[in-house]
């Protein structure tokens, strides 16, 4: 009994780190999102411009969103809970065919050709099929980024079945990730809490996410990374409730697609490796640590294969490719006026080092060092400087969607629709509405947060994957303060919000009707004499 009382203060104690940690999180990007937001230009060759917002504006629609959803879970509540269920499975199935059908006509109809990282990658893919693997040379682009072999490797499997170059296949497989993706946060949700509101509004939410729809004909690792992490978060949250091994293997899988696809998976693995934890001290069952410990070695070792396979197939022998201290670096420096955006400074010093790591390394922390001096002594610099960046990454409502994808063929006409879409009146529209919303992710986090505290302190039964994504979250909102500054970088996070989002915005409704009923007995106590007439009017 006293080392199980000594677990569950240890529980205790870590969700609280947790939540401490997380509204301030929250709490800044809330604020920061009904000041201001970045506005992605139809002169893609600038940078986003800063706009103030009108905050009054932001949380009036705030307040319509928890409205609309008090009101619909008030609807919920008169009818049964198997005619509930239906609804959901109804509205999921809905969902899932516009997603599809939404998905397939924009990519198709939105003529966009791939560029920089997403064109090497595919010409690894492809000479790698052929027998060239000059690309993985000393100076060669997969040689300097060992990162992308991953996806190299993903991307030989679906060029070995549809062709060499095949973009169109890839978006169609992104369009199937969307799906994947909204399956899986359903099933989350479901696994997770007890309120029907809250899948139907995840469906009504991802479905009008608009820069997941925006990053659809994107031929890289984002989407799928997004689309696996979701459903990594499913598959662990099902063996948490069932402890049936296949949702283990589920989930060994998924993180291993995950970070095939895109390095930074990493902090969702970290985030699985502390939710181990919390669900081992919980449930007093040391197997659900074992459990953290076979998904990241399945994931660690898938990506280990895919490392011996190329030098076994190449030659090559398997390196680390340019520092990663570099890019950190890189995030510490101030370029044309933005802080921590690329600027080619890990390739040049990788290239001027003769492609050799450790001297790179040596200048990459000998600056870092210098950076740090410079920010102790001027602490005012240091704020602007993270200030700007943290905005520059969160604050970008499409997540520079439409600056990422706004590559198109020489002489290609665009069809109207996304012609007025990237350079257009369409572009404001998406622009403005995309704010609101995100508007509304970043208050309902934050809400989230704050009810938690409450069922917290109250020491509620909660499921253990209820704060996997949380964690994530913080975990991204960390590392976007160090490495490079950029949009699709912070996405991911963005989009895990989103599970989040619905029971914000319901429990902001529950606060106000609770104050409401408190304001409603105090005014009936201050008009009743007796307690007979109390009664009465009750």
């Known amino acids: 009994k006293a080392m199980k009382g000594k677990r569950e203060q240890i529980y205790q104690l870590l969700l609280g780190i947790l939540l ?11 604020y920061w999102a009904c000041r201001y937001s970045y506005y992605g230009t139809v002169d893609y060759s600038i940078r986003n411009i800063l706009v103030k917002d009108t905050a009054w504006k932001h949380i009036l629609v705030f307040l319509l969103a928890v409205a609309v959803v008090w009101g619909l879970d008030r609807m919920l509540a008169r009818t049964k809970r198997v005619q509930q269920e239906k609804i959901c499975l109804g509205v999921l199935i809905l969902t899932v065919v516009a997603a599809f059908i939404l998905g397939i006509l924009y990519i198709l109809k939105n003529p966009y050709f791939p560029e920089g990282d997403q064109i090497g990658v595919a010409a690894f893919a492809a000479y790698a099929r052929e027998g060239n693997y000059v690309m993985l040379g000393p100076g060669g682009y997969v040689g300097m980024y060992q990162q992308q072999k991953g996806l190299g490797a993903l991307y030989e499997i679906l060029f070995t079945f549809f062709g060499n170059f095949n973009y169109t296949s890839a978006k169609i497989a992104h369009v199937i990730w969307w799906l994947f993706a909204i399956l899986a946060g359903y099933g989350f949700l479901k696994l997770n809490t007890d309120r029907a509101v809250f899948r139907i509004l995840y469906c009504a939410m991802l479905l009008g996410c608009m820069p997941f729809l925006l990053y659809l004909p994107y031929i890289y690792g984002d989407i799928l990374s997004v689309s696996f992490c979701m459903l990594l978060f499913w598959a662990v949250s099902a ?50 640590l074992l459990t953290g410990v ?12 895919v490392d011996v396979m190329y030098e076994y197939r190449s030659g090559y022998p398997n390196d680390i490719g340019i520092p ?45 060092r210098e ?28 997540f520079s969607s439409l600056k990422a994808t706004h590559s198109f063929p020489e002489g290609t006409e665009l069809p109207p629709v996304i012609y007025s879409l990237y350079y257009g009146n369409l572009h404001e529209m998406v622009w403005k509405y995309a704010n609101y919303y995100q508007s509304i992710i970043y208050l309902a986090g934050a809400f989230i947060v704050i009810a938690s505290f409450g069922a917290w302190h109250q020491k509620k039964e909660l499921p253990a994957a209820l704060w996997l994504p949380l964690i994530s979250v913080i975990g991204g909102f960390l590392f976007s303060i160090l490495w490079e500054a950029q949009c699709r970088y912070v996405f991911p996070y963005y989009m895990f919000l989103i599970l989040y989002a619905p029971m914000g915005l319901y429990a902001v409704g529950r606060m106000i009707g609770g104050l409401w009923n408190l304001h409603k007995g105090n005014r009936i106590r201050n008009q009743a004499d007796t307690d007979e007439e109390l009664r009465e009017i009750a």
């Not at 076979?294 to 294969?305: G, N």
């Not at 890019?327 to 050799?356: C, H, K, L, P």
Request: hydrophobic residues 50%; aromatic residues 12%; glycine residues 4%.
């Open 294 to 305: 076979v998904i990241l070695l399945t994931a660690t070792l898938s990506v280990k294969a």
């Open 371 to 398: 950076r740090i001096q410079e920010f102790k002594e001027n602490p005012s610099m240091t704020v602007e400087f993270y200030k700007n960046k943290l905005e520059d990454q969160w604050l970008e409502p499409l």
């Open 20 to 30: 401490v940690c997380a509204l301030p999180v929250m709490a800044l990007l809330g």
């Open 324 to 368: 990663s201290i570099l890019w950190i670096a890189m995030g510490m420096q101030e370029t044309d006026g933005m802080a921590g955006v690329y600027n080619r400074y890990q390739q040049s010093v990788f290239e001027d080092n003769d492609f050799q790591p450790e001297p790179s390394a040596q200048i990459g922390k000998e600056y870092i």
């Open 239 to 288: 063996y948490e409730h069932y402890e049936q091994k296949r949702y283990l293997a589920l989930a060994a899988f998924a993180a291993a697609m995950a970070l095939l696809a895109r390095k930074n998976t990493w902090i969702v693995l970290i985030a699985v490796a502390i939710y181990a934890l919390l669900v081992s001290l919980k449930k007093k069952k040391w197997k659900f």
